[in-house]
């Protein structure tokens, strides 16, 4: 079992006692399960098992059980974390022209963020660096640390006036550097390469 979340197929998972339902079987035999590797698994960091759904359809096919349904796509979620309340308007706004299936979640205080994060599970995340008594590269840097959100898309939102470049705030690998304001025709396309699973994302700067 790995101890910690692939990026691939994390949002389609179950804890071990949904499983030993969907299975019939006891919540320790589903542990022995994962252990000998018959259901593919992960922990957190909390040392919860994560099952993959699909590991259990495997398992009922092979052993003639009723076979439960896929679970339905998650919504794809962009959450936007800025103490701008006039930049988180006009992001709304903008999204809601798009003619794609998005659905955005705005927030002002960072402290909130980290709280929701784990319940609203983004595809993709645009923070501001600077807020009060907030160091929006180091949570970055947290964020990207975990495996469990590996598959989110990191956007790091900095002040105009610092003209910022990668050098100075030192962000992680693969998180893309924006200055506010944001081109919002740019995000559109941004998110639309994600949404179509694109593999190389241009950085705006």
């Keep these: 079992m790995n101890a910690l979340a692939p990026s691939r197929d994390i949002l389609e998972v179950c804890g071990t006692l949904h499983?030993?339902?969907?299975?019939?079987?006891?919540?320790?035999?589903?542990?022995d399960l994962v252990e000998k590797g018959e259901l593919k698994a992960w922990k957190t960091r909390g040392?919860?098992?994560r099952i993959f759904m699909h590991s259990?359809?495997?398992?009922?096919?092979?052993?003639?059980?009723t076979v439960c349904p896929a679970e339905p796509a998650p919504p794809?979620?962009?959450?936007?974390?800025?103490?701008?309340?006039?930049?988180?308007?006009?992001?709304?706004?903008?999204?809601k022209k798009w003619k794609m299936d998005v659905d955005c979640t705005t927030m002002a205080s960072p402290i909130e963020a980290l709280m929701?994060?784990?319940?609203?599970?983004p595809r993709i995340m645009l923070m501001a660096l600077a807020m009060p008594k907030f160091d929006g590269s180091e949570f970055i840097k947290q964020l990207r640390s975990n495996k469990q959100f590996d598959a989110m898309h990191?956007?790091?939102?900095a002040s105009p006036v610092k003209s910022p470049s990668r050098a100075h705030v030192k962000l992680p690998l693969g998180v893309l550097l924006a200055s506010k304001p944001v081109d919002l025709n740019w995000l559109q396309g941004y998110v639309a390469a994600v949404k179509s699973k694109a593999t190389k994302l241009q950085d705006p700067h």
């Design 76 to 95: 794809f979620r962009i959450l936007v974390v800025d103490d701008d309340q006039s930049f988180l308007r006009a992001v709304k706004a903008a999204i």
């Design 116 to 121: 929701s994060i784990n319940a609203i599970q």
């Design 56 to 65: 259990v359809r495997d398992f009922q096919r092979t052993n003639g059980l």
């Design 19 to 31: 499983a030993s339902k969907l299975l019939g079987l006891s919540v320790g035999s589903v542990q």
């Design 47 to 49: 040392g919860h098992r």
């Design 154 to 157: 990191l956007v790091a939102l």
